[in-house]
Structure formats: C-alpha cells, structure tokens
C-alpha cells in the first residue's frame, strides 16, 4: 500500500517534464516560425533568405540534411543552399544523383510532395534514365513551393528512417506551413525587384536623357562618369576617350577637373590603352585572371599599387558603327569598387547596361567633334531651320550665291590679262649671215648656245666652188702678168725698129693690170674672208664680243649649202660671266586674237606709260616677277609661228624690259640675273588694265560666241 503513493508520484514527474519539454519545444517552434515569417517579410537578397531560412528549418525539424532548389527562368531547378547534402550519400552509386534530380523534376512538374521513404523508386518513362527515387538510406520530406498554383522551387529535409510515422507527417505539415513563408518571400522579392527595376528605369530613362542631350565631349564624359556612379552605386567611374593610338582620361566622377599629370591618371591612362588595344572586358575582384595579356598584367599591377580597388571593371565601348570596320573602341569605362556593397555579378549587369546607353552618347559626341568648321555649319543649320526646312534653305542659297556671283561679275573690277611665251634675250643681238653662198665645211669645236665668242673669232668655215673659180682665175691672171714683168729686157734696141719702146710699153700694161687684179683679189679676200692659199674657201666671224644665242645651228647647217639672207646664227652681246638685267630683256611672242586687248589697253594709259608684265620663268615656276612693256616695242606686223600645238599662228613679237626705269619696278619684282639665261623660255601675262570680272574670265567664251554667232548671223 505504501508503494502506490510513490509509483503516482514518480509517473506525476514523468509526465510534468514532458509536457514541460513539449511545450518549450512547442514555443521554440513557433519562435522559429515567427522568425521565418519575419525573415519572409524583410528585405533580403534571396542566398541570404534561404540560408537563414533552411537553417532555422533544419533546426525545428532535427534532420539529417536539408535543400532549397528554385526554378531558373529557363525551367531548371537550381540549388540555392544546401545544409550537409554530402552526408546523405547521393553521389555513393552512379545512379544516385540521376535518381535525385529526376524525382526532384518530375515532383516539379506534376507538384507533387510526399514522404518518400528509402530507396524507392518509380520509372515515369520507358528507359533507366526517367527512374526518379531516393537512392539515400533516408527519409526525404519534399514539398514544392508554390505561387499562384504554380511549382517555383522545391525544399527538402533528410529524416531518419527509423521515425516515428505520425512524427514525420507532423514534420510534413510543418514544412508545407514553411514553404509557404517562403512562396511568401518570393513574392515580396519580386515586387521588390519590380519596383527597383521601375525605379532604375526610371533613373536610366533620365540617366540617357542627360547623356545624349549634348555634344560636348567633355560634357557628356562627366555626366557618363557622375550619373552612372550613382546608376551603378559604386566608388568611382572614370570614362576615356581614344584620339588616333592614345586614350584621354576624359573624365572622373566627384572630380571637376581632371589632372593629367598626377600619377593616378597617368596609370589610369595606361591601363585603358592596354585594355583597348587588347578589346575585351577586364574584370578584378580581388583575384587576376592568368589569360590576361601581359600588357594588361603589367598596367593592371601598376595601377592597383596606387588604387586601393577591391572591383575594378574596365570596359571597352565598342560602337555598333565600328564593329564593320574591326577599330578599335573609342571611349572605354573604369569602375571601382572600394568596399564592395553589391554582389560583383549584379555591378556588372549594370555596367553592361549603362555602358549601351554611354557608348552611342560618347561616339555621337566625338563624331560631331571631328566636324570641321562648324562654328560656320551651326548657324547655317539654324538659317535652314528658319526658312523652313532644307529644300527651300538649299534654293534660297543657291539663289542668293548665284545674284551674289552674277553681281560681283558684272560690277566688281578684274584685272584682264593676255597670255604669251616668252624668251629672255640680249637687247643688243644680231644675226651672222654669209656674203656669199657657200657649203659649210666646218664649225668651231665647242661652240654651242650660251659660248662665249670674241671679235673676229672664226665661227664657220665654208667653201664655195665659184669663188674658188674666181679667185683661182685671179691668181692666175696676176701669175701670168707678174712673168710678163718679169721678162728681161733686150741688151740692144735697133733704133729704126719701128717696135722701138713696145715692151716697155708691154711691162707697164702688166704692171697696171696686175695691180688692178691684185686689188680686186684683195678686195675679193677682205669682203669673204676667203683663204687665198685654198682657193673657195672662207671663214665666217664673230662681229662683235658676245654669246652664242642660237641653239641647234650645228645640226641644221653643218654639211649644208646656205646662200646671202640666210640666218646662220645669232649672237647677243653681253657678259656671260656677269649679267646685267639692263643688257637683256624679254621677246613676247603675242597671239595675233590678244593683240587687239593689248593696243586697246595703251589707249586708257597717258603716253609713255609702260604695261605690266607678270613673268613666270619655267626654270623658277613657284615665284612670278614683273616686267614693263611700252606700246613702242610692239611689232606692226604679224608673223606665222607654231603655237603649243604645233599649229601655225599669226604672232606679234614685242619686248618687254626687266630693266626698272626711276623704279617702275619693286625690288622684290625685279627678274634676278641668275635665271637670265639665252632662250629660257616663260609664261607672261601682259596686264591690260581692269575689266568687269565676267569680262575678265570669260572674254574668250564672248569673242568666240561673237565671232561664230553674232558675226555671221549679222545680230
């Protein structure tokens, strides 16, 4: 009797210390759960969710492993956090794993969630490779999470296989009651994302609003740099631009001005050219990647042992436009990161995007930078705009420039000028000609154009076989008369011979003759030049001091027959060593269809006043001088010459002087004695006086319009 008390007493405390034990496990439920519905509700990244979520799960239901997959938007299941997977020993047999995932897509699929007990199995299909199960020698609770009807993940915990049935149902309404904080979490989490995504749209529509509403390099650089840092939500961003082969750090946020010549920049700058020259994206989260060129190693280890960078992103913007052409990028983007408060993938997202928006911006803006002149096209845009539209712009202006040009032809004065060649010649020159005709036999050695001769020098020998005739008859007759002088006379004269004195009479008969013959044989001589001890022949001299102005006379005249009146050659008279411009001047040769435009000039001059003549020596055709040609130096005649096309053309020779009269010619004007050379030829242009501009450049279209329309037709 005494033990019942005892025994009530000891099943009394047994039973207090369990419901004391299920009510504290009770309360530490519903602690978990409250902490997982405010988990649900809080603003969390969802690797964070999950892993706070699945601990706190693994926790209340005391299992032996635990996993969150959540569908990708490709279909995919994705794990998101696991807790001791490994231990459950799904990788223990090749067909574990494959077995797994094909029970966790078909649950997926159909959404379905159970208690599935060790190694069981079910084909869906007609090959091993659709046998879904659980490989595992435990119990797996699996619940899908669901949203709108709809299987967008799935959890599950590993249990002991030996627990209790109505336990593992209590644990699997418990998961059902949690998966649902989590389809709770989704939710909110999308929303969130929706939200933010308005709001960056909304920050990237005025982001691209700013960038593209200017052209100002520099201008758009900063804006790119400062607004994509805030966009982004990073430390710094730094934008460059190239020019030919070199990148210009354009500009860097939270710095007005940016100073080139710090060593910050500089490295900065280093780093962009590597990276552009090498055309791919350079990311650094703390670890370089060993494919990197060495070019890029060697900038990027420069530059980050002056930056203090935890995410360093250098990303070139290669436009649309240029890809076709295989160039380089123009502009690039730096982002740094010096404590990170965004995953790096999320940061590169944005990058990627604020980086479509920044490239187009900054190639609109270098393109209209490369304009040439436009301080002249801006206002002509404006012009265009206010006359309504291109169209009419393009006819107003086309209009107003061709009254404009039509009104500067008629009124505005030109000087008119005359075309002709011209050569540089001695004033004082003369032509050699032959007395007699003759065959020239022989010409001096190294006489040529330009040859210095002097007085009296032999320049042609020549022979001329009638001369020879009279010379030789001459010497004959004076050989005949000298023996008939010679005669001696008689010792003894009869005197009543009647012959008495003949002979002498005879002697002085020859004496006179043969100083007749002699004369005219001398005269004969000095008017020839002939050479009397070889009868025919004769010799041509210089007349005077000088140079040989004539050029291919050797060719032309050696071995040929030439007769009095005939030009031998020229010679002006002048020092070749040291030319004076007063000694020479210029042989215009004037078409005939000038000429009149030249007289008619000297008729708007006082008497005596001089043209201008521009010259342009072949010799020297990048510099022009000036000449003066007078009205009396004009020809009254025309001759035939070949012009440049090697057709005849009536020609007026005129010469102009070189030589500046009480200084009609500027000093800087004057033709230098260097290119004063026998026969150079040039271009003139005689000036006649100032003439309507139309009249000026066109005379020719109106004198040929005159000549072959009006003239005919007697308009």
């Known amino acids: 009797m005494s033990s019942d008390p005892t025994q009530q007493a000891g099943q009394s405390s047994t039973s207090s210390v369990e419901s004391q034990q299920l009510e504290q496990a009770r309360r530490q439920v519903n602690q978990l759960t409250e902490e997982i519905a405010q988990l649900a509700e809080a603003d969390l990244q969802p690797p964070m969710f999950y892993s706070e979520f699945l601990q706190r799960v693994y926790f209340a239901m005391q299992g032996i492993a635990a996993a969150v997959w959540i569908k990708t938007p490709q279909g995919n299941l994705q794990l998101q956090c696991q807790i001791n997977l490994r231990e459950v020993g799904l990788d223990s047999t090749p067909e574990g794993?494959?077995?797994?995932?094909?029970?966790?897509?078909?649950?997926?699929?159909?959404?379905?969630?159970?208690?599935?007990?060790?190694?069981?199995?079910?084909?869906?299909?007609?090959?091993?490779?659709?046998?879904?199960?659980?490989?595992?020698?435990?119990?797996?609770?699996?619940?899908?999470?669901?949203?709108?009807?709809?299987?967008?993940?799935?959890?599950?915990?590993?249990?002991?296989?030996?627990?209790?049935?109505?336990?593992?149902?209590?644990?699997?309404?418990?998961?059902?009651?949690?998966?649902?904080?989590?389809?709770?979490?989704?939710?909110?989490?999308?929303?969130?994302?929706?939200?933010?995504?308005?709001?960056?749209?909304?920050?990237?529509?005025?982001?691209?609003?700013?960038?593209?509403?200017?052209?100002?390099?520099?201008?758009?650089?900063?804006?790119?740099?400062?607004?994509?840092?805030?966009?982004?939500?990073?430390?710094?961003?730094?934008?460059?631009?190239?020019?030919?082969?070199?990148?210009?750090?354009?500009?860097?946020?939270?710095?007005?001005?940016?100073?080139?010549?710090?060593?910050?920049?500089?490295?900065m700058r280093d780093l962009f050219d590597a990276v552009v020259a090498w055309g791919e994206r350079l990311v650094y989260t703390g670890t370089k990647d060993d494919a990197l060129p060495p070019k890029v190693v060697a900038a990027l280890d420069a530059y980050l042992q002056e930056s203090n960078s935890k995410i360093l992103v250098v990303m070139p913007l290669l436009e649309e436009r240029d890809k076709e052409k295989k160039r380089p990028a123009r502009s690039a983007l730096m982002m740094e990161c010096f404590e990170a408060k965004l995953p790096p993938e999320q940061l590169l997202a944005r990058l990627d995007v604020v980086g479509r928006h920044a490239g187009p911006a900054l190639y609109n803006a270098q393109e209209h930078h490369r304009i040439p002149m436009r301080f002249i096209w801006a206002p002509l845009a404006y012009l265009q705009d206010g006359m309504g539209g291109k169209a009419k712009a393009i006819t107003a202006l086309v209009a107003t420039a061709v009254a404009i040009l039509i009104l500067a032809m008629v009124f505005f004065p030109f000087p008119l000028k005359m075309d002709a060649n011209a050569q540089a010649l001695p004033k004082d020159r003369v032509y050699v000609y032959t007395p007699i005709p003759?065959?020239?036999?022989?010409?001096?050695?190294?006489?040529?154009?330009?040859?210095?001769?002097?007085?009296?020098?032999?320049?042609?020998?020549?022979?001329?076989?009638?001369?020879?005739?009279?010379?030789?008859?001459?010497?004959?007759?004076?050989?005949?008369?000298?023996?008939?002088?010679?005669?001696?006379?008689?010792?003894?004269?009869?005197?009543?011979?009647p012959n008495k004195g003949e002979t002498q009479r005879n002697i002085q008969e020859a004496k006179i003759t043969r100083a007749n013959k002699s004369e005219l044989l001398k005269r004969m001589a000095a008017r020839t030049n002939a050479n009397l001890n070889r009868p025919g022949q004769f010799t041509i001299t210089a007349p005077k001091t000088g140079i040989i102005l004539s050029a291919d006379f050797r060719e032309n005249l050696l071995g040929?027959?030439?007769?009095?009146?005939?030009?031998?050659?020229?010679?002006?008279?002048?020092?070749?060593?040291?030319?004076?411009?007063?000694?020479?001047?210029?042989?215009?040769?004037?078409?005939?269809?000038?000429?009149?435009?030249?007289?008619?000039?000297?008729?708007?001059?006082?008497?005596?006043?001089?043209?201008?003549?521009?010259?342009?020596?072949?010799?020297?055709?990048?510099?022009?001088?000036?000449?003066?040609?007078?009205?009396?130096?004009?020809?009254?005649?025309?001759?035939?010459?070949?012009?440049?096309?090697?057709?005849?053309?009536?020609?007026?020779?005129?010469?102009?002087?070189?030589?500046?009269?009480?200084?009609?010619?500027?000093?800087?004007?004057?033709?230098?004695?260097?290119?004063?050379?026998?026969?150079?030829?040039?271009?003139?242009?005689?000036?006649?006086?100032?003439?309507?501009?139309?009249?000026?450049?066109?005379?020719?279209?109106?004198?040929?319009?005159?000549?072959?329309?009006?003239?005919?037709?007697?308009?």
């Not at 215009?588 to 000429?595: N, S």
Request: one cysteine or more; aromatic letters at 8%.
């Open 97 to 267: 794993k494959p077995m797994h995932d094909e029970l966790l897509r078909q649950s997926a699929l159909q959404a379905k969630w159970g208690i599935i007990r060790p190694h069981f199995s079910h084909n869906f299909g007609t090959g091993t490779e659709q046998i879904a199960g659980n490989p595992t020698d435990f119990v797996i609770v699996l619940v899908p999470i669901l949203q709108e009807k709809q299987v967008i993940g799935l959890v599950e915990v590993w249990q002991q296989a030996n627990r209790d049935a109505n336990i593992l149902q209590n644990l699997f309404q418990f998961l059902v009651r949690m998966t649902a904080f989590v389809s709770i979490f989704q939710r909110n989490y999308q929303l969130r994302t929706m939200l933010g995504q308005q709001e960056m749209w909304l920050k990237l529509e005025a982001f691209t609003r700013q960038i593209h509403g200017s052209l100002h390099v520099t201008e758009v650089a900063y804006l790119i740099a400062n607004e994509s840092r805030r966009l982004i939500e990073v430390d710094r961003i730094s934008v460059a631009t190239r020019a030919a082969d070199k990148c210009a750090v354009t500009a860097i946020s939270g710095a007005d001005v940016v100073e080139k010549r710090s060593n910050l920049v500089q490295l």
């Open 438 to 497: 003759g065959k020239v036999e022989e010409i001096t050695a190294g006489l040529k154009s330009g040859s210095k001769v002097t007085k009296g020098q032999v320049l042609f020998v020549m022979f001329d076989l009638e001369l020879a005739k009279q010379v030789t008859e001459l010497q004959t007759e004076i050989a005949i008369l000298d023996g008939k002088i010679n005669i001696p006379a008689p010792r003894e004269e009869n005197p009543a011979d």
């Open 560 to 715: 040929k027959n030439v007769r009095p009146g005939e030009q031998l050659i020229r010679i002006g008279f002048t020092d070749p060593d040291n030319p004076k411009i007063g000694d020479w001047e210029l042989e215009l040769k004037i078409p005939q269809k000038h000429i009149g435009q030249v007289r008619r000039a000297f008729e708007n001059l006082p008497a005596g006043e001089a043209l201008d003549v521009d010259v342009l020596f072949l010799a020297e055709p990048t510099r022009s001088y000036r000449a003066k040609l007078t009205k009396d130096k004009i020809a009254s005649q025309a001759n035939s010459q070949k012009d440049e096309n090697g057709e005849a053309e009536p020609m007026v020779i005129a010469w102009a002087s070189i030589h500046p009269i009480q200084g009609d010619i500027d000093d800087d004007m004057l033709v230098p004695g260097r290119l004063l050379l026998s026969g150079s030829e040039m271009h003139t242009r005689i000036r006649c006086g100032n003439r309507a501009m139309g009249y000026s450049l066109f005379y020719g279209v109106w004198e040929f319009i005159y000549e072959k329309i009006v003239f005919p037709y007697g308009w």
